[in-house]
């Protein structure tokens, strides 16, 4: 996946990720699955004003909100179109994301958080540099679901 690109997002962008659909268990990823969630993504006055639409060629491919935390930090959030996922191209995928977040934010430390029975996205984090720093009840989809918060420094070598 050359010639990648992100851009603020568009309506008609959240809109067109809003309905992406994942097959089982991962369904547990999409917008729909949350009605708070979906209308914080859906609706421009409530999407956060970090989010971007991440573009391959000119396929919309992903996106990824990035919300500064303090100095030099950001926390992320992310996205592949169904269709990628499981593919081995997460790895560069994270790598673009955390490549512009530490452009655009000068952020040299990274979080995020994702969802305990994720071992696919869990170990492409853990590739990438990301450590586990603690796990935590998060309520969503309605239940309550274990997450492990992740972090990575880029001054760690590793």
């Known amino acids: 996946m050359n010639a990648r690109h992100l ?3 568009t309506q008609e962008e959240a809109e ?3 309905a992406w659909k994942y097959p089982p268990p991962y369904n547990f990823y999409d917008m729909t699955a949350d009605e708070e969630d979906y209308e914080e993504f859906i609706h421009p006055e409530k999407r956060s004003r970090h989010t971007y639409s991440v573009y391959d ?3 919309l491919i992903g996106f990824f909100t990035i919300n500064p935390l303090g100095e030099r930090t950001v926390d992320i959030g992310l996205g592949m179109h169904p269709q990628l996922t499981g593919r081995g191209k997460g790895e560069a995928f994270l790598e673009q994301g955390l ?3 530490n452009h655009q934010y000068q952020a040299d430390c990274f979080t ?3 969802a305990a ?3 696919r996205a869990i170990s492409v984090y853990e590739k990438a540099g990301f450590c586990r720093k603690e796990t935590f009840i998060q309520a969503t989809n309605g239940g309550k679901y274990e997450f492990v918060k ?3 420094n880029i001054h760690d070598k590793r």
Request: glycine share 4%; no cysteine.
């Open 150 to 152: 992740m972090e990575k």
């Open 99 to 101: 490549g512009f977040a």
């Open 117 to 119: 029975f994720n071992q």
């Open 57 to 59: 060629r000119h396929q």
């Open 16 to 18: 067109t990720i809003a």
């Open 7 to 9: 851009s603020l997002m």
């Open 112 to 114: 995020l958080s994702v």
